[in-house]
């Protein structure tokens, strides 16, 4: 099946199979490695994409339910080519560890930071309820976040 799919600004188009899931197509079609496969299963989050704004898990959607969608990958996250607020919170705190799970906290923190405008500790415990880290037990994530405010 032929799709047109909008990532970062850019769009791609491929014949794909009709079961490839989206993080195939952004990972093989399109060439962006950033966005991770973990589980597979819709667990992890790692996987996580912005579709049309809103946090999907790119391993539960096939490529062809994408056409015509706009995505941001993490490689779309940021400012004028610079990391933006959440990005700059986990990576001056250390919060992460591994990093394995850095690009799927990344792009759900900075779709809750666009809706709430602040990331209080309620908003980030909820906005992350479908995001694993194996290696910090969420502390220093929360702690790294919380308090973060949208800078236009």
Known sequence: MKVTINING??????????????????????LKGTHV??????????SVLIDGRPVKSCLMLAVQANGKRITTIE?????????????????????????????????????LEENGELTEDVIKESFIGNVC????????????????KND
């Open 10 to 31: 850019k769009d791609y188009s491929a014949d794909v199979e009709p079961r490839m899931t989206l993080v195939d197509f952004i990972r093989d079609v399109a060439g």
């Open 38 to 47: 973990g589980c597979e299963t819709g667990h992890c989050g790692a996987c």
């Open 76 to 112: 779309g996250i940021g400012k004028d080519g610079g990391p933006n607020e959440v990005q700059m919170a986990l990576s001056s705190s250390k919060a992460l560890q591994c990093a394995f799970c850095s690009t799927g906290f990344v792009v759900v923190g900075t779709w809750a």
């Open 134 to 149: 194996r290696c910090t037990g969420y502390e220093p994530i929360i702690k790294a976040l919380r308090g973060v405010r």
